[in-house]
């Protein structure tokens, strides 16, 4: 099983730490995000999306979308669960990883950010922009969270996983992440356990 | 129960048909997005995010957004499923529903395409990009898909859901979607079903 990924990329990472937190040891296969890896023709072949996370299985099955990967994850290797087994809370869950992982990250993403340069927007547009995404994001998220040490609960899981990587692109953007109290103890949790530090971009092989 | 929506959201539009092919009949509340009601302070406080759909359950308990939503839908009435049975399936399935409702539908929603023209772009540029967002996210989707007579065989499913509107919104913002000639011809299978005929935004109280 391989990991196609990215240092920096906030999926990436999600899908690290889920691993992490599964006690799966997986190789990585980083692409150049930055240097357009991935829109390579070997790279399309694995996603024709262009997109990392591409999970290959050893039959040469190819799964994408991190959330999906995740999923598939939880089915394959159920425990530690990464949803609550509360149907309602993990409604709830599944909502506040959506807020991050549909709203937010595709919103801000380097393809993205390129377009709007293209369009002729200067760099501090841009990078308001990508701040202004983030920081609506986490704010709503701050607002969903509920009780507990971590998100949801006294378990690390879905909406911590979407989380952690959030904030890093937040702080990357400038966003003035003391506004959000609640979200900035959540990740303080997180980032006591190793699943969460060794999936952290830094921490990485590809790391610049 | 009630379904907090509007007719033409696309998110609102795939829970429609999810309850639909569920059998279950479900009141609805209509929020008028373009005349900016779901910035209402009573509907903050529903969704904060302010976004619909928002699914109120009888105790007051509020789920939102659309993809928990069903997974909770699919989790407290498996049948008629939304997933396929086999895991590998289900992953791509899941795949496939994000590349739309993660990675195409939330980069051209009203609030974004406000954001664009705030920016100064004219509305050429701002339909411009709606439109290759909506082609882009197809493209890969028109790749992506299973065999069979819906996107993965032989049952309607999440992907279905999530298609349908997105080919809605395409056609709004001017794509040639005979590019994806598997897509369109999912579409017809769909449609010749009263669930999905049935929530099509036309068919809608509010329907302007």
């Known amino acids: 099983m391989l990991l196609h ?15 992490n937190l599964k006690g799966i040891k997986i190789d990585g296969v980083s692409h150049h995000l930055r240097r357009g890896d991935q829109h390579l ?16 299985l050893d039959d040469g099955t190819v799964l994408t979308q991190s959330l999906a990967i995740m999923a598939w994850l939880d089915e394959k290797h159920p425990l530690p669960a990464l949803l609550p087994s509360d149907a309602i809370t993990r409604a709830k869950v599944r909502a506040f990883a959506l807020v991050l992982a549909a709203d937010t990250h595709p919103l801000q993403n380097l393809a993205v950010l390129a377009k709007l340069r293209a369009l002729g927007l200067d760099e501090p547009k841009v990078q308001a922009w ?26 690390p899981g879905l909406a911590d996983i979407c989380l952690v990587p959030q904030l890093g692109n937040a702080r990357r953007f400038g966003v003035d992440v003391t506004r959000f109290p609640r979200l900035l ?24």
Chains 1, 2 share one sequence.
Request: with cysteine; aromatic share 12%; charged share 15%.
């Open 130 to 155: 990508a701040a202004d995404v983030n920081a609506r994001g986490l704010a709503v998220c701050e607002q969903l969270a509920g009780q507990g040490s971590f998100a949801f609960g006294e378990a």
């Open 5 to 19: 990924g990215y240092f920096r990329s906030a999926a990436s990472w999600r899908v690290r730490i889920a691993f």
């Open 41 to 56: 023709p070997a790279f399309l072949q694995l996603n024709p999306q262009g997109f990392v996370p591409a999970l290959e």
């Open 185 to 208: 103890a959540i990740e303080a949790q997180c980032n006591a356990l190793d699943a969460f530090r060794e999936a952290a971009p830094a921490n990485q092989p590809d790391a610049e």
